[in-house]
């Protein structure tokens, strides 16, 4: 009798583990499931705007409208035309106006200034380093950017690095488009902006601009 007991004993007690270690997995199953499959929250724009500039490359004839200009090509190569080779060497720094549309003519609502760099042998690509210098009734302020071009694709992100006034500590993407291309000597470029971080955007600008 007494060892029927302890069997019993013994028997009763392997179910409550059993029990309490079903228990203990359906819960951690559940807070796994939640833990893995939770959808990541991304930060919400603080600011977006399209804007486009028009670069028009020095050629040697064509001072009184150039915005850009070579200053720095491989040995042999002259600064008044880019190389062959797809360019590679080839340093150009430019001073372009800024429009809210793709007309050259229109009213210019700041400069673009920097440089842009052909730095890929086999491919036509171009590394930036540029600021939009924004004085408008709109927007004052700048915006830094840096990264790569791969020109032949159709749309490129680069890094919005900072900024300052209306713009200041401006972090973000900008997705560029090559909007027109007319040989070497004119491009125009469509900027599309968006901005993650930006003190002076959350109190002073509207999240979304209208022609984003």
């Not at 007690?13 to 807070?31: E, F, G």
């Not at 004839?61 to 080839?90: C, E, M, R, W, Y």
């Amino acid at each position: 009798m007494h060892i029927m007991t302890m069997s019993v004993k013994a028997s009763s007690r392997a179910v409550h583990l059993c029990i309490l270690w079903l228990l203990i997995s359906t819960v951690l199953l559940q807070l796994t499931d939640g833990f893995v499959w939770k959808k990541p929250k991304y930060p919400k724009p603080h600011w977006k705007k399209v804007l486009y500039f028009h670069d028009i490359l020095y050629n040697g004839k064509n001072a009184k409208n150039a915005t850009s200009t070579i200053v720095a090509a491989p040995q042999g190569a002259n600064l008044t035309s880019l190389t062959d080779d797809n360019h590679f060497g080839d340093l150009a720094v430019f001073d372009d106006p800024i429009t809210l549309d793709n007309n050259m003519h229109s009213p210019p609502v700041g400069r673009a200034q920097g440089f842009y760099l052909y730095d890929m042998k086999n491919t036509f690509s171009a590394w930036l380093g540029f600021t939009f210098v924004l004085n408008s009734t709109d927007h004052r302020g700048t915006i830094t950017f840096a990264g790569a071009d791969p020109i032949l694709t159709k749309y490129r992100d680069i890094s919005v690095v900072g900024g300052t006034g209306d713009f200041l500590m401006a972090r973000g993407i900008a997705t560029i488009s090559t909007d027109a291309y007319e040989g070497d000597v004119y491009f125009r470029l469509r900027v599309n902006i968006t901005l993650y971080e930006c003190y002076h955007c959350l109190y002073s600008l509207s999240a979304t601009d209208d022609s984003a």
